[in-house]
Each structure stands twice: as structure tokens, then as C-alpha cells.
């Protein structure tokens, strides 16, 4: 009998459901007036039916930031806490985020924090997973901002895709890019309910382009 691969997600917002992930963590979906008000359209569960990969743990926290930085999520919810990677396992680990470090309104990380921050990211889940394949992936594009424009702190949409390319590409043969990033993305192509969160047929691209990057 062939054993079904398993998988776990280090994400934000956009990969939580109420119900499906710790307790203590905060959940965005479902959410009044969103689209995604089922599980069963999240990008995650679509991954787990249309595929043999079962989900194992769903560390996602809505707000957080690859980095310790920003007042409206605690420390401890930054992807490179202890706290976040701990409860991770599986033969895949798929991360998902930095957007939030990006486009928070309450103080934006600085582009040299977030680069560190991602460094130390990649870096600590190839010691902590020695046997898991790590799937890093780039934001969405989003469309509150150009992909040019820059940010509080003078980045942008694509500093922040090509710094998460760099801090993943040729680091380790257990780690692998999902440019995410890479898909264009129009305000009114139905992606992205509110700029941000995908609708319905966002979660069918992100989870198209995932299933596309790992089952081979």
C-alpha cells in the first residue's frame, strides 16, 4: 500500500480557517462577506483532496510577519519564533509569507530586517526539518499597491519577491522556490476580494501553482 506524503504550513491570513489551526492562534477566514466562508476552498485543502499529500499541521497566524517587527501581532507570531516552527512536521513544509512585513500599516519592517529575517528563516527550518522538503513561497502580488511602489520604508512589492529568490535559490538540495509572485495579477480579475485575500479563484491559483511546484 503506498503511504500518502505529508505536509504542514507555515503561513499568514491567507492560509488560516477557523478550526483548522491552533487554538491560540488568530484565524482571518471565514470572514463575513469573503468568498472563502468553506474550508473546502482553501488553497490547503484543495492541495490535501486533489492530490495523495495530507495535512499534518496548519501554522498559519493571521497578521504575522516573517520578522519580529510590528505592534499588531505578538513576537512570539513571527515565522523565525520557536513558537511558529515547533509544531511543524511532515515530509513537506510549505511557508507562506512576508507580505505583512511589507504592507502593514503599523511599522513596515525595513527591507535589511526583513532580508535578515528570511535569511535566518531558510536557515533554521533546514536544521530543525533535516529530512522534510521546504517549499518557499513568494506573496501574491497585491493590488493596494503597484509593484513599484514603494512602502514606508522605501520597498517594494518586487524588492520583496527578488529577496525571498535570493534567500532561497541554491541554499540547500531539501529547499525549493514557489514564485507565487510571478503570477500577474490585475485589480479587477476577480483574484483578490479586498487587494489581499483571494477569492475563490484565487485559492484555485495558489493552489494550482503549488500542486504544479511538488507533485511531480
Same mark, same amino acid.
Given at each position: ?16 480557517f ?23 476552498m ?5 492541495l490535501?483532496k486533489? +492530490?495523495?499529500?495530507k /495535512?499534518s499541521v496548519?501554522? @498559519?497566524?493571521?497578521? $504575522?510577519? =516573517?520578522?519580529k ?6 513576537h512570539w507570531?513571527?515565522f523565525?519564533?520557536?513558537e511558529r516552527?515547533?509544531?511543524l ?6 511557508v ?11 511599522d513596515?519592517a525595513?527591507?535589511?530586517t ?7 528563516l531558510?536557515?533554521q ?5 533535516p529530512t ?8 501574491l502580488q497585491? +493590488?493596494d499597491?503597484? /509593484?513599484?511602489?514603494k512602502? @514606508?520604508?522605501?520597498? $517594494?512589492? =518586487?524588492d ?29 480579475d476577480?483574484?483578490?476580494?479586498d ?14 501553482i ?7
Open positions: 500500500m503506498k503511504t500518502s506524503k505529508t505536509f504542514s504550513i507555515l503561513g499568514d491570513s491567507i492560509s488560516t477557523k478550526g483548522y489551526i491552533p487554538e491560540n492562534f488568530e484565524p482571518f477566514f471565514p470572514l463575513e462577506d469573503y468568498e472563502v466562508n468553506s474550508v473546502e482553501t488553497w490547503w485543502k484543495l490535501e486533489n +492530490t495523495e499529500l /495535512l496548519n501554522g @498559519s497566524f493571521s497578521g $504575522s510577519r =516573517i520578522s517587527t510590528g505592534v499588531e501581532q505578538p507570531s513571527a523565525i519564533s520557536e516552527q515547533s509544531i512536521k511532515g515530509n513537506i513544509i510549505i507562506f509569507g512576508g507580505t505583512n512585513d511589507f504592507g502593514q500599516d503599523e513596515q525595513e527591507l535589511e526583513f532580508t535578515d529575517s528570511y535569511n535566518l531558510v536557515s527550518m533546514i536544521e530543525r526539518f522534510s522538503e521546504l517549499y518557499f513561497c513568494t506573496p497585491r +493590488t499597491f503597484g /509593484l513599484n511602489q512602502n @514606508s520604508k522605501g520597498w $517594494s512589492q =518586487i520583496m519577491a527578488q529577496t525571498i529568490r535570493n534567500c532561497v535559490l541554491n541554499k540547500n538540495e531539501r529547499v525549493h522556490l514557489i514564485d507565487l509572485f510571478a503570477h500577474n495579477i490585475q485589480k479587477d476577480g483574484t483578490l476580494q487587494n489581499l485575500h483571494p477569492t475563490c479563484k484565487g485559492m484555485k491559483v495558489i493552489y494550482s503549488i500542486k504544479q511546484s511538488i507533485v511531480k
